[in-house]
């Protein structure tokens, strides 16, 4: 009696261990599941994030190599041409006829130049800025120093540096026209003799005892005499007594 009552129990623990013992598997074999399925999900975020990281670059590089091209089309030959244009109606038109300096010419037209050269060129290849300062910086170091520049002539170059840049920043045409026009005009009625019509002339005078103090009003007559000018004011810039002659510097009004 006693053993059937012992393998009676051990079958009731048979059947009871058993279920429990399949639950217990299946937990683990789903806890296992939900694991491989979030390492797969961090995997395929982290291969996204790789993916859109790699394209960004890709379409950096693109940029900046469609950057470093300088395309050279029919609108910088158009702005060259405006800018050009513009540039000698103010030299012969506006600077020479009251100036008459074409030694300042050369380095007009070469400022101007190089100005829309450089200006075009740094709007198309990508320079980091210290470069694109340090660049026009060599403007500002330049030194006339065989013969002094006048405070015209230093505006004219300023002028003439301004049409460059602006001219290669690839404005519209009809923008740029007005943007020139206006320069062209504002020149020709403050140095066409319109509102101003006192003019300049530098002179070497011989007579150097009229450049005393005590004899200006002889020295004013004597330049009006041999000049046949309406001279009102003149400036002795620089007096050589080796040579007995005077560097005269001497302002009329225009007939």
């Known amino acids: 009696m006693n053993r059937i009552k012992i393998v009676f129990g051990i079958m009731l623990l048979l059947c009871i261990s058993v279920p429990a013992y399949q639950t217990m598997a299946q937990d683990s074999t789903s806890e296992d599941q939900s694991t491989d399925q979030s390492e797969y999900k961090l995997k395929a975020d982290k291969f996204t994030k790789y993916e859109k990281k790699l394209e960004k670059e890709l379409a950096k590089d693109k940029e900046n190599k469609e950057k470093d091209v300088v395309d050279i089309n029919l609108k910088f030959f158009w702005n060259l041409i405006i800018d050009i244009v513009t540039m000698l109606l103010i030299?012969?038109?506006?600077?020479?006829?009251?100036?008459?300096?074409?030694e300042s010419i050369f380095s007009f037209i070469m400022f101007n130049l190089i100005i829309f050269m450089l200006t075009f060129v740094l709007n198309k290849v990508k320079i980091s800025m210290g470069a694109a300062f340090g660049l026009f910086a060599v403007f500002s170091m330049l030194r006339y120093r065989t013969e002094g520049i006048s405070i015209k002539d230093m505006t004219y170059l300023f002028i003439f540096i301004a049409l460059g840049l602006i001219s290669a920043i690839q404005l519209e045409y009809y923008e740029l026209g007005i943007i020139n026009g206006t320069i062209?005009?504002?020149?020709?009625?403050?140095?066409?003799?319109?509102?101003?019509?006192?003019?300049?002339?530098r002179i070497e005078y011989e007579n150097i005892e009229f450049?005393?103090?005590?004899?200006?009003?002889?020295?004013?007559?004597?330049?009006?005499?041999r000049t046949g000018l309406k001279i009102h004011h003149f400036i002795i810039e620089e007096i050589n007594f080796l040579n007995d002659s005077a560097n005269i510097k001497i302002f009329y009004y225009d007939k």
């Open 91 to 102: 030299i012969f038109l506006i600077y020479y006829p009251k100036n008459r300096q074409a």
């Open 184 to 201: 062209f005009i504002f020149t020709f009625l403050l140095d066409g003799n319109i509102f101003f019509r006192e003019q300049s002339k």
């Open 211 to 225: 450049i005393k103090p005590e004899n200006y009003q002889l020295l004013m007559e004597d330049l009006r005499k």
